[in-house]
């Protein structure tokens, strides 16, 4: 079965820099989630997109910013890198289920951004 | 506001022997909830999930977890551990009644299983 893929897998950026990662949802799956886990640390909510329109917002920094686009792929973008944002981050896809339960999140290999 | 604790930061286990990963919640609605697992330098892999339907929830690789209300409780069991088992577990609650809800993960417990 097709999985959420993220790219690249692997990232080293010097710190100011910018870095961008992507991520495609399985298919059909049209909310896509952003997640951030620091060395030794669980996972934390960054930012969520349903239908290409932000949907929730964790403790993402102003430096990153993302979107979703009309194939319902969503790009994380960070600039003016800082070493604390080396990390392992994580994309994750659902179906929305507005009226009911939330749907199973599926995770990503993540893609892993040290910064020097 | 949604949250999980998971009250073990590290648990030891001999192979064939039973494991015993605790979580509690709290949640000011009846909550669905995950287990997650991550081997090292991997992804997160959905091992079962709770939401309102049976109470006993079965896994994949033999793992089941029991939604107790009473003691808002939603630990992970498995009969016997394989060395394979080896990896963090992470139990996680979703945070909201809608359809698309970030997810708010526990600390996490370090299983290790030795021969």
Same mark, same amino acid.
């Given at each position: 079965?097709?999985?959420?893929?993220?790219? !690249?897998?692997?990232?080293?950026?010097?710190?100011?820099? &910018?870095?961008?990662?992507?991520?495609?949802?399985?298919?059909?799956?049209? &909310?896509?989630?952003?997640? %951030?886990?620091? !060395?030794? +640390?669980?996972?934390?909510?960054?930012?969520?997109?349903?239908?290409?329109?932000?949907?929730?917002?964790?403790?993402? !920094?102003?430096?990153?910013?993302? %979107? +979703?686009?009309?194939?319902?792929?969503?790009?994380?973008?960070?600039?003016?890198?800082?070493?604390?944002?080396?990390?392992?981050?994580?994309?994750?896809?659902?179906? !929305?289920?507005?009226?009911?339960?939330?749907?199973? %999140?599926?995770?990503?290999?993540?893609?892993?951004?040290?910064?020097? | 506001?949604?949250?999980?604790?998971?009250?073990?930061?590290? @648990?030891?286990?001999?192979?064939?022997?039973?494991?015993?990963?605790?979580?509690?919640?709290?949640?000011?609605?009846?909550?669905?909830?995950?287990?997650?697992?991550?081997?090292?330098?991997?992804?997160?892999?959905?091992?079962?999930?709770?939401?309102?339907?049976?109470?006993?929830?079965?896994?994949?690789?033999?793992?089941?977890?029991? /939604?107790?209300?009473?003691?808002?409780? /939603?630990?992970?069991?498995?009969?016997?551990?394989?060395?394979?088992?080896?990896?963090?577990?992470?139990? @996680?609650?979703?945070?909201?009644?809608?359809?698309?809800?970030?997810?708010? /993960?526990?600390?996490?417990?370090?299983?290790? @299983?030795?021969?």
């Amino acid at each position: 079965a097709a999985g959420v893929i993220q790219s !690249p897998r692997h990232l080293i950026k010097e710190k100011r820099e &910018t870095a961008t990662l992507k991520c495609y949802p399985i298919p059909r799956h049209d &909310t896509v989630y952003w997640y %951030q886990q620091g !060395p030794g +640390q669980d996972p934390q909510f960054l930012i969520s997109f349903y239908e290409k329109m932000q949907s929730d917002k964790g403790s993402i !920094p102003d430096r990153f910013s993302a %979107q +979703q686009f009309s194939d319902y792929h969503s790009e994380l973008n960070m600039s003016s890198l800082e070493l604390g944002d080396s990390a392992l981050y994580f994309c994750a896809s659902s179906l !929305p289920r507005p009226s009911g339960r939330t749907d199973t %999140q599926y995770f990503g290999p993540g893609t892993r951004l040290t910064v020097l | 506001a949604q949250s999980v604790t998971q009250l073990d930061s590290h @648990v030891s286990v001999s192979e064939g022997t039973p494991v015993l990963l605790r979580c509690n919640y709290s949640s000011s609605y009846s909550p669905s909830l995950f287990w997650y697992v991550q081997h090292p330098n991997k992804g997160l892999q959905l091992l079962l999930k709770y939401t309102s339907a049976a109470t006993l929830v079965k896994g994949i690789n033999g793992f089941e977890a029991e /939604f107790k209300k009473s003691e808002t409780s /939603f630990h992970l069991t498995k009969p016997s551990a394989h060395m394979s088992d080896a990896a963090e577990y992470f139990c @996680v609650v979703s945070d909201g009644a809608g359809g698309y809800n970030k997810l708010i /993960f526990g600390a996490g417990t370090r299983l290790a @299983v030795h021969p």
